[in-house]
């Protein structure tokens, strides 16, 4: 069995799903708010034998007829609405995912891709660093809580840098989310940098575009698609900013080298997934920006038909979930 971890307004999780339905895999999808409300988690040990289930209502699963896990999305558990006094309900909602890393940690199966792994990836230096070390390149880039090194960085990139969340690609103010893109800094003989001392700073020397290259990697499969961000003013340094169908989207073929530093990326990072991403400069480098070790990938697909991104992953979740059980 397959077994989708995410939660209720995951759009791509049901894009996939739907292409699971129609191959006629056994799977079923766990959406994690309804944890441990409408789900229940059981694991034990017991004479040297680990057991354990998920039950999704009448639906009970054991943990050994899961051979394959693609862990998407999920969110925090929510606890039941009774538990009322906060103290209680952080305690519940602390408990209640510390017994679901265990039982994820505990299980022997196929993941795309494995938590801790994913939780690993995403730290920006460690990308960058791998992306260097397996080829690719790497542009010029420092993570800094000095306002000193701050502006030494800025001026030896002749004051053509950007700025970079590491971590935390969004905000919510007044319950409303909104991103943080990258921004570029103005050009200024007398720009502020004391702000560097109160948070880190992850500051990059900026790049020349001609166009952008959206890379997933699949398993061994490597699929990649170029998007005109240049098409429009609002879209030049970050093309979140602009709708994805204002820009246009073409499939890309890689460079033989490239292709295989983006397998060799996501395979040191111990994923089985990647959603990389590139500029491709006017002189026609690759320059490697980050990847998102559980990055969206259904628009691509969506606006590119000929790249068959969700079949990849459904096989793969099928054959290495078959393979792992071997």
């Not at 007044?174 to 990258?182: A, E, V």
């Not at 050009?187 to 001392?197: E, I, K, N, Q």
């Not at 890309?252 to 400069?281: M, N, W, Y």
């Amino acid at each position: 069995m397959i077994l989708v971890v995410t939660n209720r307004r995951d759009l791509t999780a049901d894009f996939l799903i739907l292409e699971l339905q129609r191959r006629g895999e056994d799977f079923v999808r766990f959406n994690t708010e309804d944890y441990p409300q409408d789900v229940q988690v059981t694991w034990r040990i017991e004479d040297h034998r680990v057991a354990g289930s998920f039950r999704f209502g009448e639906q009970e699963v054991g943990l050994d007829k899961i051979r394959s896990i693609w862990y998407r999305r999920p969110v925090p558990p929510v606890p039941e609405v009774d538990i009322c006094n906060p103290v209680d309900r952080e305690f519940a909602i602390a408990e209640s995912q510390a017994a679901l890393d265990g039982v994820w940690r505990a299980m022997d199966c196929f993941w795309v891709s494995d938590p801790d792994n994913l939780r690993r990836a995403e730290n920006k230096p460690l990308q960058l660093k791998v992306a260097d070390e397996v080829g690719l390149e790497v542009w010029p880039t420092v993570v800094t809580s000095c306002p000193e090194e701050a502006r030494a960085f800025y001026e030896v990139c002749d004051r053509s840098a950007v700025y970079k969340p590491l971590r935390r690609g969004h905000l919510a103010r007044d319950g409303k989310r909104s991103l943080i893109y990258t921004n570029p800094l103005p050009s200024s003989d007398d720009l502020d940098f004391g702000a560097v001392g109160l948070a880190p700073v992850m500051l990059q020397k900026e790049v020349p575009k001609k166009v952008e290259v959206r890379v997933t990697v699949v398993g061994d499969g490597v699929f990649a698609a170029e998007i005109d961000s240049q098409r429009i003013p609002e879209a030049r340094q970050d093309w979140r900013r602009a709708s994805v169908n204002q820009l246009p989207h073409e499939p890309h073929d890689l460079p033989a080298s490239v292709e295989e530093g983006c397998r060799q990326l996501v395979k040191r990072l111990g994923l089985a997934f990647g959603a990389i991403d590139f500029v491709l400069t006017p002189d026609d480098r690759y320059v490697f920006l980050e990847i998102n070790p559980n990055g969206q990938w259904a628009w691509i697909q969506q606006l590119c038909p000929s790249i068959p991104i969700r079949e990849a992953l459904c096989e793969l979740l099928a054959v290495g979930g078959a393979r792992h059980g071997e």
